[in-house]
């Protein structure tokens, strides 16, 4: 079986200028994606797919194969996964190299991974072959039934408990558990993608994490510098240095 992984990694980004390139303790951001990938026990080849020559050769410094840049009219701010992944697909046709059978999905603005976790994932998404994907994700404690949007300047709930009318004010223990997903590891099966249009399908496994770190304000680089320091990450700081 044929695993890579797929890190995509943008030049732009609006809410913090450059963020793949900037220093989390000693080493850049996208470094620990790549180190969590080539610690794994089962992903093969770990590719990063990025529009800057800049982070590119960051990349390939760390060990991460750079076979394109990305074009720029699927790296802007609204881009989305599909396009990129899409884009390596394509990439490996032109190139007659044969398809992966998995793509494992890690996002350099959730750095702080624990390799058995990805591992154990990988594992699951091959035990479950008839999964069209797996996304992580963790417990919430707020419910989509109490959520609601602004039409008019009026409060519009979103969706209706078992067709209850004001449903939205039952007790938060009324409602089942909810989960939101956190980018700390997805994993795709190409042929979902080659044979129906859709990255996901529809079948996706869900894969409990803890809570991640999520860098998207500058902020989080505060958060995430006081959790280098926990045990659990030490196998990544250490094969970084």
Known sequence: MKIISLIPARGGSKSIPHKNKIKLGKHPLIAYSIAESLLSEYIQETVVSTDSSKIAAIAEEYGASVPFLRP???SRDNSTDKEFFQHYLDY????AIDVPDLIVHLRPTTPLREINVVDKAIEHMI????ATALLSTHKVHWSP???????G???VPYFQYKGLKESFSLPRQTFEDSYVQNGYVDIE???????TGLL???KIRM???DMVSDIDELSDYEFAEKLLSASKFKQVLDYLG
């Open 207 to 209: 894969w409990e994490t």
């Open 200 to 202: 996901y399908g529809d």
């Open 189 to 195: 099966r190409p042929s979902i993608l080659i044979n």
């Open 127 to 130: 035990e479950n072959k008839e």
């Open 72 to 74: 720029e009219e699927i």
């Open 153 to 155: 300047g009026y409060m």
């Open 92 to 95: 490996l046709k032109a190139n």
């Open 145 to 151: 039934f109490k959520m609601f949007r602004a039409e």
